[in-house]
């Protein structure tokens, strides 16, 4: 199951800014970062606990509610000596997965502030 991300073309996708879930809590660990989601108030989802570590934790330490996609690419690329394409795929992928699971959501930026 994908989400909104990789059903957009390229240009769309690096515009995105990835935003965090309000109710999440985190606490480093030996491990890396556990991230505790809070139920929300419809009663019918529970507490989630992920713990997020190597490249993961990298990407989503990033994820400051405005940064976009596209720069998440390039320093992805440039610390990993990935082609672009390489990088762009790995970074939606994941990008994706942390939809998916509640950690983010995604937003773009008006025309105004482009």
Known sequence: MSSEIQKLNMEKQLQAVP????HLS????????????????DKKSKQQRLI????GLQLFEQVNNQI???????DFQA????SFFEAHN????YIDSLVSWGLI????PS????
């Open 19 to 22: 935003v965090r879930n309000e």
């Open 26 to 41: 985190e606490e480093r660990v030996e491990k890396g970062l556990k991230i505790t989601l809070e139920p929300t108030q």
């Open 52 to 55: 997020l570590e190597g490249l």
């Open 68 to 74: 976009t996609v596209d720069e998440m690419v390039t």
């Open 79 to 82: 610390a990993h000596l990935l």
């Open 90 to 93: 790995l970074v939606v992928q």
């Open 105 to 108: 959501g995604l937003t773009w």
């Open 111 to 114: 025309a105004d502030e482009a």
